[in-house]
């Protein structure tokens, strides 16, 4: 079993800017991708940036230019600094671990997510 803790997020104005972190516990062997995903209230989720264990970063391109992916192997942790927030913005962010657990099968588990609201 791997779980995943999320902290961060909160309200804050546009313009304005959170930091997310997420860690990874549990029977882990190795981490391959770890991500950032949102879904806003009647939408479907949506990936935001994901990070690979190379160090390779994809974002979506409304987040391109103000949100920054980053990872922390010896951690198992993967964190998103949002700047610049724009109301568009407000969802649910949830984190996503994908890797092997001992024994060398798959896991690919979701954090419980965290609210982020922005607004004026």
């Known amino acids: 079993q791997v779980q995943l803790v999320e902290s961060g997020g909160g309200l804050v104005q546009p313009g304005g800017y959170l930091s997310l972190s997420c860690a990874a516990s549990?029977?882990?062997?190795?981490?391959?991708?770890m991500g950032w995903y949102r879904q806003a209230p009647g939408k479907q989720r949506e990936v935001v940036a994901q990070?690979?264990?190379?160090?390779?970063?994809n974002y979506a391109d409304s987040v391109k230019g103000r949100f920054t992916i980053s990872r922390d192997n010896a951690k198992n942790t993967v964190y998103l600094q949002m700047n610049n927030l724009k109301h568009e913005d407000t969802a649910v962010y949830y984190c996503?671990?994908?890797?092997?657990?001992?024994?060398?099968?798959?896991?690919?588990?979701w954090g419980q997510g965290t609210q982020v609201t922005v607004s004026s």
């Open positions: 996503n671990v994908a890797g092997f657990r001992y024994g060398y099968t798959l896991f690919s588990s």
């Open positions: 549990g029977m882990i062997l190795s981490i391959n991708s």
């Open positions: 990070i690979t264990s190379g160090g390779s970063t």
